[in-house]
Each structure stands twice: as structure tokens, then as C-alpha cells.
């Protein structure tokens, strides 16, 4: 690899982790623009629950792929990679710095690795496979294991979705899905990509989310939900489920309350972040720090790479 590539920084790390405010002062000490890697911010109207930045942030620093799809759209990680690499080439073309942060692994693997032309799309198949799976769970994942054992291993147990899109890509396309293209391809090629990583104790990443929680509970969040409901989003669509967006309307349905949607939310969060924390354990080349130097020893490692890059121009 030439030291006169410019740099990409992806800033990385679990739900509360802090990476979010990292990346944004990031963008104000280096001069960069952040590409959110968030499943579900490329949603509009899903804000208080997504945590997207307010406002105020968004005057200073230069967000992208946030509010970029209609709730009722179904949004993919090849997707998301191909309209963020155009983003991102355009962002080095105005001499700033491409910032990805984001806890989503798919994304990120997604945006480094070869894509495959298209998403295959069966119109038929999803909703029977769908159908299907919810009756025989165990099935489905024997039957991913014994047709695809690689894909079987990186799914986890709970993520059906994965798992049947595995099922789907394999009987629409006859390959597995672990055996489509993989590995750096040009694109990636053409980037120094520097990985930081925020690390936290479990147990101050833990108090992080609770506080998160309630926060955006207090902020509106319900209020958000019943305007998506009233505006016809349905339950069912792939922008409900981003987290804490159902246990929500469960409440306002009155099948909850309160102190047990706020309890739920929070323990489904911190299982996201333990997949992610797992997911994330698994990507090579990501320097982990604390939130107290992440800051200063970004800055430091950003510096370094642009004069490796100037001696090597």
C-alpha cells in the first residue's frame, strides 16, 4: 500500500460507548465530515430513539447518510456501503476527512469488503421463508448450518433476520452467502484506513445506557412513536425495529408501562452492545482506547499519517 493514500478513519465501538461524541470532536480538530454507519438513522422521523445528532451539532460538523430513506423502505447494508463509499469519495474531493462511526459490524465489513452487484430480491421467497422460520426456528437453523456452516457460525441465535436473508441469498442465487466476494477490493484499496476503537468497563458502558434510555424516554420519545403510528408506519416495517421502537408502542398500546418499557429497552440494549462488543473483537487493526485519551491520541495518530503521507507525496 503507497503512504500517499489519503486517510479514511472509521471510529468504531458499542451503543454508549461515547464513539459518537469522539468522532464529532474528531471532525472539528481534524476538519472532517462524519458518515453515520447506524442501521436505523438512515430513517427519517426515527430521531429520539436513534440518537441522531441535534441541530446544534449538525451546524458545526457535516453529517451524512442520516435521514436519507423513507421509513416504509427497506434499507441494506450493500446498500448503505455503496451510497457511502460515493459519500465518502466526495468528502477526500473537498480536502476533508471521511469520519465513519457507527457500532453496526455489518456496515462496516460491508464498506471495506467486495460487494456483490445487487441484493437479490425474491418477492416470493421472503415471506414464506418468513413464515416459515417462525414456526421452525430450530429448522431454519439447522438448515443454514447444513448449507452454509461458515454464515451459521457469524449469525448469531437471535438475529433471525440475518439468518433468513443467509436462506434467502442461497436459494435465490444457489451460493452461499459466506462465498460471495469478499476481501478488499479496489475501492478499499485506495485508502490508509485508520480503525479507533472506544473502550469502556462493562459496568460504565452499562449506567451509559440506562442513563441514554431514560433520557430519550424523557425527551419524546413516545410522542416521536404515536406521530409514526398516526402517520401509518407500520409496526412490521424494517425502520420498527430499531431498538426500543416497539416496546414503545407496546406502551402506548397499554400493554406496558412505563418502568417496564424503559427496563426492557435498556436490557436489549445491552445486548446489542455485547454483539457488537463481539462482532467488533473480530475486526482486525482497531487501536482501542479510553474515552479519557481517545481524543489526543487520534489527533496524534491523524498527525502522524498525514506526514507520512506529505514525505511520501
Partial sequence: MSDSLPTLLLVLGPTGSGKSDLAHRLALEAGGEIVSADAFAVYRGFDVGTDKPDAARRAEVRYHLIDSAEPSEPYTAGRWAREARDVIDAIAARGRLPIVCGGTGFYVSALKESLPPA??????????????????????????????????????????????????????????????????????????????????????????????????????????VERLLEAGIPLDSNAFRAIGYREVAAWLQGLTNREETEKRIVAATRQLARRQKTWLAREPGILWLTPEEALVRTVALLAREEAERGRSA
Fill in 119 to 224: 441484493d437479490p430480491r425474491e418477492t416470493v421467497l421472503r415471506p414464506a421463508l418468513d413464515a416459515w422460520s417462525a414456526g421452525h426456528p430450530e429448522a431454519a437453523r439447522k438448515m443454514l448450518e447444513l448449507a452454509d456452516p461458515v454464515s451459521a457460525a457469524r449469525i448469531p441465535p437471535a438475529n433471525r433476520r440475518y439468518l433468513l436473508r443467509a436462506l434467502e441469498i442461497l436459494l435465490a442465487t444457489g451460493t452461499r452467502a459466506s462465498e460471495r466476494a469478499r476481501g478488499r477490493d479496489r475501492w478499499a484499496r485506495r485508502w490508509r484506513t485508520v480503525h479507533v476503537g472506544v473502550l469502556r468497563e462493562r459496568e460504565d458502558l452499562y449506567a451509559r445506557i440506562a442513563a441514554r434510555v431514560r433520557r430519550m424516554l424523557d425527551s419524546g420519545w413516545s410522542e416521536e
